[in-house]
């Protein structure tokens, strides 16, 4: 069957010139717009808002969190948005952390953390480089370590001097 028939009554010919057919979508195949849950270096995982997390989150792809995570968020080699909804409740650590919501807990990132004008941060934060927004809220200490040692979990030993003590003579 024919889409077009020609004004001599003929199926076979098309009344279009095969270069417009060519460039008209079938209407029967649904044409997808780009995938938004992807980033450049591949797939990104969601946690929608009306989402209640009670628990530890890993995993091995970029994610966003818009809803609440009571537990530890482990993203190691990967880049975590806390997203103008997202409220945790613990740790977080990613390759690469964005905080535009809540964190209850400390912030570790291997590379680096930033925070944006509505984040609001409970807790340390531990990275090699830093982004602040004017407006963004932090309440804990900052720890600028190398890309090496950022791996370490908060509490860890640490130098006397990075805890602000004083040698003692005796």
Known sequence: MALFKNKRGDED????APSVL?????????????RPETRGSGP????GKSLRIKGDVEGDEDTVIEGRVE???TLKNHHLTIGANGDVQGEVS?????VVGKVAGNVVASERI??????????????????????????????MKSAAAA?????????????GSAPTSG
Do not use: C, F, W, Y
């Open 13 to 16: 010919e098309p009344d279009v």
């Open 22 to 34: 060519s460039s008209v979508p079938d209407a029967t195949v649904p044409v997808r717009p780009a």
């Open 44 to 47: 990104m995982a969601n946690i």
């Open 71 to 73: 537990g530890r968020v």
């Open 94 to 98: 990613g390759k690469q952390v964005t």
């Open 114 to 143: 930033e925070v944006r004008e509505t984040g609001q941060i409970q807790g340390d934060l531990i990275s090699p480089r830093l982004t602040v927004a004017e407006g963004a809220l932090i309440n804990g200490a900052i720890h």
């Open 151 to 163: 791996g370490p979990r908060p509490g860890a030993a640490q130098p006397a001097s990075a805890k």
